[in-house]
């Protein structure tokens, strides 16, 4: 399995832009496609993102598209989500997941520990 590790939550206001990371371990970080879930107080992880291994492909939450980004450099074993004109409703811990190329959680088998993004209005 690859380990994940994410980082460069916050707290934000909205309209503000955010930028997460997600580490990853392994020496085959390119074939496996890489996703962002969140999950808010009271609701269920839902997806937000998902980009294929060799980064060609990508896929959003309609509620997001437009406003964040999903990227990836195989290089360094990271994926990115850029987040753009952030709104309250954006405030949930955010997890990296690497699998098969889905918009659903039961497609990917690693999961980073999460990194809240809390955007004030």
């Known amino acids: 399995q690859v380990q994940l590790v994410e980082s460069g939550g916050g707290l934000v206001q909205a309209g503000g832009s955010l930028r997460l990371s997600c580490a990853a371990s392994g020496r085959t970080f390119s074939a496996y496609a890489m996703s962002w879930f969140r999950q808010a107080p009271g609701k269920e992880r839902e997806f937000v993102a998902v980009?294929?291994?060799?980064?060609?492909?990508?896929s959003y939450k309609d509620s997001v598209r437009g406003r964040f980004t999903i990227s990836r450099d195989n290089a360094k074993n990271t994926v990115y989500l850029q987040m753009n004109s952030l709104k309250p409703e954006d405030t949930a811990v955010y997890y990296c997941a690497a699998g098969a190329y889905s918009s659903s959680s039961t497609g990917f088998r690693s999961w980073g520990q999460g990194t809240q993004v809390t955007v004030s209005s």
């Open positions: 980009v294929s291994g060799g980064g060609d492909s990508t």
